[in-house]
T-cell receptor, first 112, second 114 residues
Framework: RKEVEQDPGPFNVPEGATVAFNCTYS??????FFWYRQDCRKEPKLLMS???SGNEDGRFTAQLNRASQYISLLIRDSKLSDSATYLC?????????????FGSGTRLSIRP | GAVVSQHPSRVICKSGTSVKIECRSL??????MFWYRQFPKQSLMLMAT?????????EQGVEKDKFLINHASLTLSTLTVTSAHPEDSSFYIC??????????FGQGTRLTVV
């Protein structure tokens, strides 16, 4: 089982739609969680951190369920510029130190 | 936000030669740096984790003698791909972080071995 699993997509939705991505992680000792965005051939950029209480940043809402080891990202009123690959990222405790593991990414394509 | 500089951004080398990639945290001291590799249409795969002043911890399947990592200071880590072969052609990205913060990424290095 992969340490971090995501639905690879692609998701192809019209502009203005609401889209949700899910992610599960295997290590219950994981410490912190993030969503990153990666555009084609570019480095990943932090989109938002994910907290147990849930957090919102404009059109983006992230939630964490530690009991189910599950993370989600909701994008409302999607824009063309939201087209990208969204990466679920988990900072988990390794054998000797913490390490950051990426999910495989979910590709999102917004159509006019 | 914090800046991580990775150099070079693109390199082409002959098979059998070695290539060094540098990763610098420009405005913070990075206690931990990570090296990832991304093949086309695949996810970022963690290769190794390095903590300043100690040996890197390699992920399963990553040859430590082939991918030499040095983290001599809190602002610099290097990855040397030794005796590179065409199958090592990939996008290599470094990441740096302090405890309890998110990771910041370098711009990536596209390595092509011919």
């Amino acid at each position: 089982r992969k340490e971090v699993e995501q639905d690879p997509g692609p998701f192809n939705v019209p502009e203005g739609a609401t889209v949700a991505f899910n992610c599960t992680y295997s290590n219950s000792a994981s410490q912190s969680f993030f969503w990153y965005r990666q555009d084609c051939r570019k480095e990943p950029k932090l989109l938002m951190s994910v907290y147990s209480s849930g957090n919102e940043d404009g059109r983006f809402t992230a939630q964490l369920n530690r009991a189910s080891q599950y993370i989600s990202l909701l994008i409302r009123d999607s824009k063309l510029s939201d087209s990208a690959t969204y990466l679920c990222v988990v900072n988990m405790r390794g054998s000797s130190a913490s390490k950051i593991i990426f999910g495989s990414g979910t590709r999102l394509s917004i159509r006019p | 936000g914090a800046v991580v500089s990775q150099h070079p951004s693109r390199v082409i080398c002959k098979s059998g030669t070695s290539v060094k990639i540098e990763c610098r945290s420009l405005d913070f001291q990075a206690t931990t740096m990570f090296w990832y590799r991304q093949f086309p249409k695949q996810s970022l795969m963690l290769m190794a984790t390095s903590n300043e002043g100690s040996k890197a911890t390699y992920e399963q399947g990553v040859e430590k003698d082939k991918f030499l990592i040095n983290h001599a200071s809190l602002t610099l880590s290097t990855l040397t791909v030794t005796s590179a072969h065409p199958e090592d052609s990939s996008f290599y990205i470094c990441s740096a972080k302090r405890p309890n913060t998110e990771a910041f990424f370098g711009q990536g290095t596209r390595l092509t071995v011919v």
